[in-house]
């Protein structure tokens, strides 16, 4: 029995830590860098599924970014925010250090497959954008993930990314112009990204896709009460 | 009232071996979060070695779950209480990883890799065998199931009857002592089921394997099995023993639960309340639609840059009439499915015409791909083989009533048709639970509430009892033949024998012959370069557009990327010119085109509307990206793992499950489609006229996207730690990851142009 016991009521009852106490998340499993093949295989599809999402964008932003950009360029930023989901989504899913990252540089590299006006630049863009979701997550100890820390990571998203954009881009810029395209980025990130994603994992959870994470939990719990 | 099996003798060329492969169970109770009732409760089962067990029960029982309990992955995708104990061989089942082989009922939702040889060494890989020691387990267990086709052909291209047999080779190369099926054959036509039926009869039998089978068709498998165990709708074990005897002591109650027994009829289906459905629109058997010599032809874009055509449907004649079923029926691959959406207008045709009856036509339009959504859904329902990505509203009542509201019916009229339809098929209950957390089987039925609701003067249905009991198969039939009977014309494919005695008439398709295959064409030579030669050749670009310091000089840098891409391009040797790579090429670089020019244009605006800033900050955007156009469309995703793991060192699990994504890509296009379509028909679709329904659509097709993908991750997390992947940190790898001299010669190849841009800076 003991051997082959796969469950004991005591300590297998549940794989997910409980939420704490109100205004906290619940945690992933520990160890934290336990990855599960759920967990891995959760974040690459939704990378995958992203960085399709991701190439329609490409085409799709560029008419409305030539539009509000017109009198002044680093307006262009506004419509930056959307490449930063994934990143703000793995981590809010999957809630393991590395997830945010992960979830990125997939989204950004199936979406450069096909080809994009960035070429090898968009998994550059993807892993810029990735470490600065991650920063925030990170920050909040991977014990945090309601829409505060959404927003955080959307805003975060975009610091590296810009900072590249301004060599490879847009070196012809005056400061202020990149001063202001990396601020109105930020503003996008965390809307776009940070709002949206937060919606979105949300609305994912309530659609029964999450039972084996996190959100999934919390969502069943919220429930339960 | 356990049958202990006959003892097995050793053959004379073999040693004795020992028999393995037993399964003790006990105590075992399973609560998903979320559930009140356990869907396991105190489940006690003892199976010795080589036994061959029937597990059969209503829908919901819990059969599924206990196979998933058995192989010890029930926590992989979903989380619950957990009690009690399961041990094979006195052992936890992943003691061993591949102790317990799984096959899953939907094919192909455990294929990992591109090729079936690959497919197969999975678990091999996973537990470490040394890549010397794979082939030849990998053909023993390939020639196990049947399968003879070269080990290098795509997993995507086999039957679902063929991915079935490969997910059995899969689990077989682990040598495993139980063999655990999840209604292997539910969703094959008669065809392939019989096919894996045998295999698994073969393999068994030769392995000596303790089975499990479970299946709702009990028929086929009685032969096989030497025990039956029967689960009650609490999850308890209400009858176990050989199957002849649990049959007839207790088939007539099996018959009651809904449970398909053989030697007893199918049943009569359910009748709705009269009245139910209005007088139809057409005559008695007049021809509502009428497909005249309809070809469809499938294009699979290959990663050369052309393309493959071949024959969905080949110049078939199909007339629906107006009170009449007409069952379509015939192999996979024979074109079913795509008959039905070109009859449903969903499908354009390359050949012969789709035309309903006058009186159908709407603006004088016989065409119903030529009609707006409103107008199609007034008049065709089309109910899909994959129903759980098509819901469009978040209640099971407001799904039913989504056309009819669309359409414009009269609200009380419409919801006293959707209540008496969800009643008889058994969703009433459900009435105000969001249609997402339905099982498989209750979100077809409701599909098919939904697509009748507002009584369409075409029904086309696919597949739509597959997975039913005897019970809920009667419902579904009902809702078919009442419509049917009101003066709708009805169209169902299936394989299912029931169904077909129902139909007023039957049309069989054949598998269209294809045109034969072109020869392969002569590969260019960047095709070959490995992923990572590649990926840093198209990473060179960035210095060399970022550094050069004119545009003069970022002109010739240009120039040289041109020359360059043309050589690798260039396709020495035998056999056909490939076509359609620089038409690639083109296609590639047009966003980057676009995107060169507004930052030329967002430069000249800021630099003093000087022309030569302009130029070159856009020409220094298409250096950045020219190279990337060439190269990345060559990367192939399983050798992209390879290469991260074996030659990168990165970590072997994330790279895996991120290969096995990349392989699933082409799959969420189709899905995409799929959702676009069942909106169209539901009159949903986006309208040209609003950029409202337009965006509405977008939303509900990314969510439906992301639901659906990872609907896909949970299921394959399962197929893949039933073969030892949760514990594969220490991998072997099937296929090497070399560096050629090809890569060599691209890497320095590509720093040309950053030579250039770094002369220039030194010079200018």
Redesign the interface.
Known sequence: MEDGAIGKKEHMSTKLAPAASRGTSVRASRPLMGWRTVDLLTVAFLGAAFGIAYWGWDIGYQGPTTAISQGFPPLAGLLVGPWFIAGVVGGLVIRRPGAALLCEVIAALVSMLPGTQWGFGTLLAGIFQGVGAEIAFAILGYGFFGLGAAVLAGVLSAPIEIVYEWFAYYADWSFGWKLAYLAITMVSGAVLAGGLGWLLTRALARAGALNALPPGQEVRERHSV | MTRTPVPVAATEAEPPVVATGAV?VSGLTWR???RRDPILSDLGLALPPGQRVLLVGPSGSGKSTLLR?LA?V??????G???????ID????H?RPGAVGLVLQEPGSGVVAATIGRDVAFGLENTGVPRAAMPARVTAALGAVGLTMPEDTPTHALSGGEQQRLALAGALALEPTLLLLDEPTAMLDPGNAAAVRTCVGEVVAARRLTTVVVEHRLGPWVDFADRMVVLGRDGRVVADGAPEVVLAERGAELVDQGIWVPGFPAPEPASLPPGLFGPGTLGANEVAVDAADVTVARSVRLVSGGTRTTLAVDGQWLQARAGQSLALVGPSGSGKSTLLLALAGLLPVDDGVVRVHPTLARHGERHPAEWDTLDLARTVAWVPQWSSSTIVAGTVLDEVMATSRAVGLVEAEAEGRAHALLDLLGLRHLEQA?P??LSGGEQRRLAMAAAVAHQPALLLADEATVGQDRLTWAAVMGVVEALRDAGSAVVLTTHDEAVEARCDRVVTLERPVQPPAPPTPRRPLVARCGPLSL?AA??A??PA??LSPRWTATLVVVAVQVLLGALALVSPGDGPQPRGRLRGVV???V??????L??AW??W???GRDLE?AA??GL??LA??????VL??H?DADALGDHLAQRLRLPA??VV??A???Q??HT??DV?TEIARARRVRGLGASRRSPRTVLAELGAL??G???R??????T??VA??ARG??TAYRRTWWAPAPWRVADSVLVVGSLLPLGVALLARAVL
Do not use: N
């Open positions: 003790g998903p979060y979320g309990a010890g029930l926590e992989v995708a979903e989380s209480e957990l009690a009690g104990s399961v041990t006195g052992e936890a089942p003691t969001d997402r957390h990926l198209s990473a670009a960035i557009g970022v296609t590639r670089l966003p980057g085109v676009i995107g060169a507004s930052v967002s430069s605006l800021l630099g800033v070159g900050a220094r955007v950045i990206v020219l190279p990337s156009a990345i469309s990367i699990r994330p499950a991120t096995a994504a990349l699933r890509v969420f296009g995409w990314t969510m996207m992301l639901v993908s990872l609907q896909a991750a949970a394959l997390a893949m730690d992947f949760s």
